[in-house]
């Protein structure tokens, strides 16, 4: 099966360990929303876009920066991996809205609401009571939309999520989910908001992190497609993507950073079985194009295998991008 362009959508390894991008290269990913703030305030994200500055100098021969759907054509056709600047978190733009225009001037192409808790914006998923949008997130919906940043929804509470979906002038997006009647799981999305976000033309990635699989930490790549089976049927075939969520060459700092804003009792040193938890046999990046492997094996016919592994993002991006 020749190879077309492939999306991940959403991935936070360690972008400061190079054999990341020879990974990536190899698993044959034209482009990735690389996480590039969870937590972080306005000063240390302004410092993680400078060192990408570099990186995209340094490692020139290897990735490019993606601020239009052009941009990832053209590293399709050079054999470069695209990077799509992303945040899974609002926390850099502190209190003041209009930190965005810098941001998105210097990449910025997705941008998640809320990670897992609550925060100016909007309730996380793992909120015991999800209030919904505060005043200031409606403000931050539409001032994502006017600059034609993508809004992901995957670790936003429910209510807050359908709310987001019913004000947000364009489509939103899943990036990173599975079906909660696949795994039941705050970080899993229910049927009806599925429905609604695409209804409004949204997009949803299939998680491949093993947390959110049936299997746990035993899930195997031939479970990954139950689960986006499951998507496909519920959204249609046009409206369902890949999305790894692998943590390659990731760090204790990094896990351990993820958790110190939640309970005491979440230490992911004690539910971790290692640093790069991943699905068996999508351990890496460089294991991306088995999923192509996976669907091929499972009938699905080779356009609708390229839609899901690339094809329904850059539609998506196509329509929400400003640039």
Known sequence: MNREITIDGCNPSNWAAPEVF?????????????????????????????????????????????????????????????????WQNLSPIEDDIDNLD????????????????????????????????????????????????????????????????????????????????????PRNKPKDLIRALVDKGGMVGANAYPAFLPGGFEATIVEYPDGLEQL?????????????????????DFWNSLGKMHPPDIVFEALLPSLEPATRGLESNSDVYRIVQELNNRGYATGDIWKIMGGNWMSLFREVWCV
Do not use: M
């Open 22 to 86: 020879d990974s990536l290269l190899r698993g044959q990913v034209t482009a990735v929303n690389a996480t590039t703030a969870i937590w972080e305030n306005l000063d240390e994200t302004t410092a993680e876009f400078d060192e990408w500055d570099s990186r995209f100098t340094e490692q020139s021969d290897k990735i490019l920066r993606v601020l239009t759907t052009e941009d990832i054509l053209s590293a399709y056709e050079t054999g470069h991996c695209g990077i799509i600047l992303g």
């Open 102 to 185: 810098s941001f998105h001037t210097r990449g910025l192409r997705i941008a998640q609401l809320v990670y897992n808790l609550r925060n100016r914006v909007a309730g996380g998923c793992y909120d015991a009571h999800d209030e919904g949008l505060s005043s200031f997130g409606v403000s931050a919906v539409k001032k994502l939309n006017e600059l034609g940043i993508l809004i992901d929804l995957s670790h936003v509470g429910d209510r807050s999520s359908l709310e987001t979906i019913e004000l947000s002038a364009q489509p939103v997006a899943f990036t990173h989910i599975q079906l909660r009647d696949f795994l039941e799981s």
């Open 232 to 252: 496909v049927e519920l959204a249609g075939i046009e409206h369902v993507n890949i999305a790894t969520d692998l943590c390659e060459s990731q760090t204790w």
